[in-house]
């Protein structure tokens, strides 16, 4: 996984806790603890962290921020770089997870300025995680 000067069940731990953020609805608190670990990672695997923290930052944005354009610029710039992953990577199943992402894009793409004021949060996917695949 490339990481520098971290212990691999600290990064398991700090991830774990990201992703019940991320879960929870909590898109900025799981950016800034995905952010943490992002920045001490070198290698392979540095993107797919970045693309989950754009993909937390866009739904910030557009359930947070009601800023659509700043919510689908981050959700295609993490999309794009989570589907190099796919089907699963480090515990993270993708293929279901970049499925429901792009049907919020359209979602985003599709409503007006009063529906983005009350985006359906139910619509926002789930990330699986199963932490006896983390590497």
């Given at each position: 996984?490339?990481?520098?000067?971290?212990?691999?069940n600290?990064?398991?731990?700090?991830?774990?806790?990201g992703i019940?953020?991320?879960?929870?609805?909590?898109f900025f608190?799981?950016?800034?603890?995905?952010?943490?670990?992002?920045?001490?990672?070198?290698?392979?695997s540095?993107?797919?962290?970045q693309?989950?923290?754009?993909?937390?930052v866009?739904?910030y944005?557009?359930?947070?921020?009601?800023?659509?354009?700043g919510?689908?610029?981050?959700?295609?710039?993490?999309?794009?770089?989570?589907?190099e992953?796919?089907?699963?990577?480090?515990?993270?199943?993708?293929?279901?997870l970049?499925?429901?992402?792009?049907?919020c894009?359209?979602?985003?793409?599709?409503?007006?300025d009063?529906?983005h004021?009350?985006?359906?949060?139910?619509?926002?996917?789930?990330?699986?995680?199963?932490?006896?695949k983390?590497i």
């Amino acid at each position: 996984m490339d990481f520098q000067n971290s212990g691999s069940n600290d990064i398991l731990i700090r991830f774990g806790e990201g992703i019940k953020k991320f879960n929870e609805g909590e898109f900025f608190d799981c950016h800034d603890i995905l952010e943490d670990i992002w920045f001490g990672i070198r290698g392979s695997s540095r993107n797919f962290y970045q693309g989950l923290i754009q993909v937390a930052v866009g739904f910030y944005h557009i359930t947070v921020r009601e800023n659509p354009k700043g919510a689908l610029s981050q959700l295609r710039k993490g999309t794009d770089k989570l589907k190099e992953y796919k089907p699963e990577f480090n515990g993270v199943e993708l293929e279901h997870l970049l499925e429901k992402i792009n049907e919020c894009i359209v979602l985003i793409e599709k409503s007006n300025d009063a529906e983005h004021k009350k985006f359906p949060r139910k619509k926002i996917p789930k990330i699986e995680f199963d932490r006896k695949k983390f590497i």
